[in-house]
C-alpha cells in the first residue's frame, strides 16, 4: 500500500479485503459496516453463526460487500483455516480485525483458573491466532494492516476487571513486537483501546437475570463514566469503529506499532 493521492483515497478500501472477528455485536459489528462502507469486501466472523451472518445481512442491504463465518477465535487452527478460504476465494487478505472479546468480573487474587484460562484463549490466544493466520498472508503479499482490539483498562487499572486487563496488555505488547517483526513486509499492526462503550459487554452492569435492561441502573453506570472523561459522554460503537477505518486504511500508511485511544480523554499517554 502506498500514500494515497487523495483524501477519498486515503480512507478508500475499494477492492480491499477485510476480516473482522466479533462481528456478530457491538463495536466489531459497526467495525464491519464502517469497513464495507469504506468500499471493503467484509468477511464478517463470530462464534454466533446467527449473528455474523445479521452484520453482513445488513451491509448488504446497504448496497455493500460482506459474507458470514462462524468462528472461535480461541480454537487453535481456526483462525488460519478461515484466512485459508478467504484466501483462496478472495485472492488475498488486506485487513485483519482481531475484534471478538469477552469480559469477566474477579480480582485478582479470587480470579477462578478455569474462567482465566478462557479469557486468556479468547482475548490473547485468540488475537495471537488471528496475527499469525493473516501476517503469513500479508507478509508474502508484501502488505496489509492488522489492528488489534485492546482497552483503556490497559491505561488506566481498575481494580475488579485485572485479568480481562491482562489480557488486553498482552494484546498492545504483541501488537509492538508483531509490528516490528512485519514491519519489513510492509505489514502495518495497530491496536486500538476504547473507553466505555455500550454493547452486550458492557450490558451485564445493568441488565437482570431475566435479560432486561434495568434504565436506572443503566443511567447509574453511565452517568459517572461519563462525567469522568473530558469529553463527558461514554463512547458509541462508530468512535472506535472509525478508529478502526484509520488504521485499516492508507492514511495511516506510517502508522504501525501503536496503540490509538478513543476513551473521550479518561488516560492520556505519551
Ligand atoms: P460485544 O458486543 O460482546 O462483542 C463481542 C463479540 O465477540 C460478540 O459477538 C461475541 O459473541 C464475540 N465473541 C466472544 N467470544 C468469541 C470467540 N471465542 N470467538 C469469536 N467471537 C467471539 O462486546 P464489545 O464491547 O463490542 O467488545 C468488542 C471488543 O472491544 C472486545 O475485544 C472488548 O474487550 C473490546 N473493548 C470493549 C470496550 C467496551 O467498553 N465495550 C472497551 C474496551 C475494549 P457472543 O456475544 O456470542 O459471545
Not at 464478517?44 to 446497504?62: K, M, P, W
Not at 480461541?74 to 478461515?82: D, E, F, K, N
Request: net charge negative; glycine share 12%.
Amino acid at each position: 500500500m502506498q500514500n494515497a493521492r487523495t483524501v477519498h483515497d486515503a480512507f478508500d478500501l475499494t477492492g480491499r479485503v477485510a476480516l473482522v472477528t466479533g462481528a456478530g455485536s457491538g463495536i466489531g459489528r459497526t467495525t464491519a459496516e464502517v469497513l464495507a462502507g469504506a468500499g471493503a469486501t467484509v468477511i464478517c466472523a463470530d462464534i454466533d453463526a446467527g449473528s455474523a451472518a445479521e452484520t453482513a445481512s445488513g451491509i448488504l442491504g446497504q448496497g455493500g460487500r460482506a459474507e458470514s463465518a462462524e468462528l472461535d477465535v480461541s480454537v487453535r487452527g481456526a483462525a488460519s483455516t478461515l484466512v485459508g478460504h478467504v484466501v483462496a476465494r478472495h485472492r488475498g487478505l488486506h485487513v485483519m480485525c482481531n475484534i471478538a472479546g469477552t469480559m469477566i468480573d474477579s480480582s485478582i487474587v479470587d480470579v477462578d483458573p478455569d474462567e482465566f484460562d478462557r479469557i486468556v484463549a479468547v482475548n490473547l490466544k485468540g488475537v495471537l491466532y488471528g496475527c499469525q493466520a493473516a501476517g503469513k498472508v500479508m507478509a508474502a503479499q508484501r502488505g496489509g494492516s492488522i489492528v488489534n482490539m485492546s482497552s483503556a483498562a490497559v491505561l488506566a487499572p481498575a481494580a475488579g476487571v485485572g485479568p480481562y486487563a491482562i489480557t488486553k496488555a498482552g494484546v498492545a505488547q504483541l501488537t509492538q513486537t508483531m509490528a516490528l517483526e512485519v514491519g519489513q513486509y510492509n505489514v502495518r499492526v495497530n491496536c486500538v483501546a476504547p473507553g466505555f462503550v455500550p454493547t452486550n459487554m458492557t450490558a451485564r452492569y445493568y441488565t437482570g437475570p431475566d435479560g432486561a435492561v434495568d434504565e436506572q441502573a443503566k443511567a447509574a453506570v453511565l452517568a459517572p463514566m461519563a462525567r469522568m472523561a473530558p469529553l463527558r459522554r461514554v463512547g458509541e460503537t462508530a468512535d472506535i469503529a472509525y478508529c478502526v477505518l484509520y488504521l485499516a486504511a492508507d492514511a495511516s500508511s506510517f502508522v504501525t506499532g501503536q496503540l490509538i485511544s478513543p476513551n473521550g480523554g479518561v488516560s492520556m499517554h505519551y
